[in-house]
């Protein structure tokens, strides 16, 4: 009555998960184009999406896509070997054993009308299956804690995931090594199955499986003499339809062997009763925790690989993009392919930001997109790893579940964008990531953010008027000479006689009629105005937030004045100071 509780109630867990999941796909966005959008409306997307791709030659792609990515893994297989072996012992070997053992009474039996559990090959397989998840978790442990792969982060889920595989496959086995030596288990089989008999024939049965099927009994030792397991085969005759040698389940066997010293007194002490309980409640616990923790990606890799081989953002309904993207954070594996190949994961080293690392920013938008709350420090965190992302698609390219990366970081950076923290990182007009969605927003969405980054800078520091004001020399920032004389980057600084060559060279200059008023300094005058510790009239300078970092003013400066890095320089330390201010956390 217990276990058939704990099983209903553990599959109960199960569907309510999945059924939470799958609507969450439907109710949560990235994308802009899923505002104020229903889940019904986007459900509907999705099915019409189902239908016209069922319907189509796009049929032949999700076939092929099924056997080679999906069944073969060849997209792990083209990333590592170890990693492919891996995934392919542990999903494999998981999905057969759920199908031929644990769901026995509803395959096995349905599809072989002889089948037995403890009659080969099932005997055989079932040990054979669990070995392949063994080792692959084995192989698994190896690579997140042994083999220091670089930027490689190792969350709790990932050690639950292990943990909990780990603990079904050892307490199998174990029990199916303590059941082969019961004594207790075989008086029930007898009891249960077997006729009757006088006690010469009962102890000549007991001896043939003390001799060859492994039990070990406490009043019964060998050798025997031939004529005794003749008598005992005679009557084993009726067993062997349902009973193989166990020696064909060889792990359990193994186990068998190992603790026969101990057998009696385990078996008196309960052990088999107790491993089942265990053994059968990990199995109900990881079928409960399925659709919450990573594991949950068994089932939604395979989607996320099936429908990005068949949609395309172009030509897609956006609708169902967003539907997809959200699908997408469940079907990550938290493999770290993407944070091994990322071009700017090595600034995780100076920057210790999480976010920066594709793998982390999946599991921080997942989070904030179920509507978990981040503080402005773990939103600014957020934003910062989407925003240092050059766009290279190396990320996309590995994936093995085939995730599309770009597109994903493309929506959260303009989600994140309109709950209004100010992003330094775009105040360059050429900045890459604006660049790409000009074509998809209008010119007020597209221009907010940099205004508002720009906004805040101006605020921090105080506007003045350099035509018509007095500067007071007590008012004068010597640290911003220091600091500038100590930087590599910006020491020349002091070389500058203001010729005017960087002005006359810098392509935003010649932008504008009268480049004075539109920029409030000019290169040549925002250096001078460096040197001479006026940091409130440099920063409020607009000339220095819309430099492209084109360097034509630092190669024809004859004095060897590194004007554009200077400007790099001064936007640093005003994002410094910003934050010191603490208008940013």
């Known amino acids: 009555m217990f276990f058939t509780v704990s099983l209903y109630v553990a599959l109960a867990i199960f569907v309510f998960g999945l059924v939470f999941k799958a609507s969450a796909w439907f109710r949560y966005r990235l994308s802009p184009a899923a505002a104020d959008i229903s889940a019904a409306k986007?459900?509907?997307?999705?099915?019409?999406?189902?239908?016209?791709?069922?319907?189509?030659?796009?049929?032949?792609?999700?076939?092929?896509?099924?056997?080679?990515e999906v069944l073969l893994q060849t997209r792990t297989l083209r990333e590592s070997r170890l990693r492919w072996w891996m995934h392919f012992l542990i999903y494999v070997g998981f999905m057969l054993l759920l199908l031929m053992h644990a769901l026995e009474k509803i395959v096995s039996a349905a599809l072989f009308s002889d089948y037995y559990s403890t009659v080969n090959p099932f005997m055989f397989l079932r040990d054979f299956f669990g070995l392949m998840v063994l080792v692959g978790v084995a192989l698994a442990v190896y690579r997140r804690f042994f083999m220091k792969l670089p930027?490689?982060?190792?969350?709790?889920?990932?050690?639950?995931?292990?943990?909990?595989?780990?603990?079904?496959?050892?307490?199998?086995?174990?029990?199916?090594?303590?059941?082969?030596?019961?004594?207790?288990?075989?008086q029930e089989m007898v009891e249960a199955y077997g006729d009757a008999g006088d006690e010469e024939e009962l102890k000549a049965l007991e001896s043939l499986w003390v001799k060859e099927y492994g039990v070990v009994s406490p009043e019964l030792k060998g050798p025997f003499e031939d004529e005794v397991l003749e008598m005992g085969r005679g009557l084993n005759e009726s067993c062997i339809?349902?009973?193989?040698?166990?020696?064909?389940?060889?792990?359990?066997y193994g186990v068998s062997r190992a603790v026969a010293p101990a057998a009696v007194g385990l078996d008196k002490?309960?052990?088999?009763?107790?491993?089942?309980?265990?053994?059968?409640?990990?199995?109900?616990?990881?079928?409960?925790?399925?659709?919450?923790?990573?594991?949950?990606?068994?089932?939604?890799?395979?989607?996320?690989?099936?429908?990005?081989?068949?949609?395309?953002?172009?030509t897609a309904d956006p609708l169902n993009v967003a539907t997809r993207q959200i699908m997408e954070l469940d079907a990550c594996m938290h493999c770290g392919s993407c944070t091994l190949r990322c071009s700017v994961g090595i600034s995780f080293e100076a920057i210790p930001n999480r976010n920066i690392l594709p793998s982390e920013k999946v599991g921080a938008l997942k989070a904030w997109?179920?509507?978990?709350?981040?503080?402005?420090?773990?939103?600014?965190?957020?934003?910062?790893?989407?925003?240092?992302?050059?766009?290279?698609?190396?990320?996309?390219?590995?994936?093995?579940?085939?995730?599309?990366?770009?597109?994903?970081?493309?929506?959260?950076?303009?989600a994140v964008l309109q709950k209004g923290m100010p992003e330094f990182l775009l105040l360059s007009p050429l900045s890459l990531y604006r660049g790409l969605?000009?074509?998809?927003?209008?010119?007020?969405?597209?221009?907010?953010?940099?205004?508002?980054?720009?906004?805040?800078?101006?605020?921090?520091?105080?506007?003045?008027?350099?035509?018509?004001?007095?500067?007071?020399?007590?008012?004068?920032?010597?640290?911003?000479?220091?600091?500038?004389g100590e930087s590599p980057l910006s020491s020349t600084f002091k070389y500058c006689f203001t010729c005017q060559t960087c002005t006359t060279a810098c392509p935003v200059v010649h932008n504008y009629e009268r480049p004075w008023?539109?920029?409030?300094?000019?290169?040549?005058?925002?250096?001078?105005?460096?040197?001479?510790?006026?940091?409130?009239?440099?920063?409020?300078?607009?000339?220095?937030?819309?430099?492209?970092?084109?360097?034509?003013?630092?190669?024809?400066?004859?004095?060897?004045?590194?004007?554009?890095?200077?400007?790099?320089?001064?936007?640093?330390?005003?994002?410094?100071?910003?934050?010191?201010?603490?208008?940013l956390v």
């Open 151 to 186: 930027r490689l982060q190792t969350a709790a889920m990932d050690q639950y995931a292990i943990i909990i595989l780990a603990v079904i496959m050892l307490s199998g086995f174990l029990l199916e090594g303590i059941k082969i030596t019961s004594h207790t288990r075989y």
């Open 369 to 414: 997109v179920s509507g978990k709350t981040l503080d402005q420090r773990g939103l600014k965190l957020l934003q910062e790893g989407l925003l240092l992302c050059t766009n290279c698609l190396r990320c996309t390219g590995v994936c093995p579940a085939g995730i599309n990366l770009q597109e994903l970081w493309l929506d959260a950076r303009e």
């Open 42 to 68: 986007r459900v509907l997307a999705a099915v019409r999406g189902i239908v016209r791709t069922v319907f189509s030659a796009k049929i032949l792609t999700l076939l092929k896509v099924l056997l080679l």
């Open 241 to 252: 339809t349902c009973h193989s040698r166990p020696q064909w389940a060889f792990v359990g």
């Open 437 to 484: 969605m000009r074509g998809s927003l209008d010119e007020d969405r597209y221009a907010a953010p940099a205004r508002l980054a720009t906004d805040t800078i101006g605020n921090t520091f105080k506007e003045i008027d350099a035509q018509n004001q007095t500067f007071d020399p007590a008012a004068l920032d010597k640290d911003l000479v220091k600091h500038l």
């Open 517 to 583: 008023e539109a920029l409030g300094l000019v290169p040549h005058q925002i250096i001078h105005s460096a040197a001479l510790g006026l940091s409130d009239l440099v920063y409020n300078a607009k000339m220095l937030w819309l430099c492209v970092g084109c360097y034509q003013c630092q190669q024809q400066c004859p004095q060897g004045v590194r004007v554009a890095d200077v400007l790099y320089e001064l936007k640093n330390r005003a994002f410094k100071k910003v934050k010191a201010m603490k208008l």
């Open 269 to 314: 002490a309960g052990l088999p009763a107790l491993l089942w309980y265990l053994h059968f409640m990990a199995c109900f616990i990881g079928l409960a925790y399925l659709p919450f923790s990573k594991m949950f990606h068994i089932l939604t890799t395979p989607l996320s690989l099936l429908a990005n081989a068949v949609m395309d953002r172009e």
